[in-house]
Nanobody, 119 residues
Framework: QVQVVETGGGLAQPGGSLRLSCAGN????????MGWYRQTPKNSRELVAE???????NYADYVKGRFILSGDTANAMVTLQMNNLEPEDTAVYYC?????????????WGQGTQVTVSA
């Protein structure tokens, strides 16, 4: 059974920093990607950053230069360092792990962690 476990998040002031970590527990054929998405009550879930095959990293435009995704997808671990936080970054953040298989992909999600940016 696969589990995606998230840690981190919480409350930060504008301009502050927070770190989110994600670990995938279980047996995988191979891991295609790991990344973070976020969702607010007004918006659908959207990509924040993802790492593909442990080499290619993609960021949403609104976090470029502020957030850094690092980790080792081969070992099912990634960390999102969030710097210079803005109130607009307030959301529930979800970790997504995509497992590759024979001609198909499987998505696994974490339970979500709240990030609140407020003075």
């Amino acid at each position: 059974q696969v589990q995606v476990v998230e840690t981190g998040g919480g409350l930060a002031q504008p301009g502050g920093s927070l770190r989110l970590s994600c670990a995938g527990n279980g047996s995988f054929f191979y891991i295609y990607s790991m990344g973070w998405y976020r969702q607010t009550p007004k918006n659908s879930r959207e990509l924040v950053a993802e790492m593909i095959f442990g080499t290619t990293t993609n960021y949403a435009d609104y976090v470029k230069g502020r957030f850094i995704l690092s980790g080792d997808t081969a070992n099912a671990m990634v960390t999102l360092q969030m710097n210079n936080l803005e109130p607009e970054d307030t959301a529930v953040y979800y970790c997504k792990l995509v497992e590759g298989g024979l001609n198909r992909y499987y998505d696994y999600w974490g339970q979500g962690t709240q990030v609140t940016v407020s003075a």
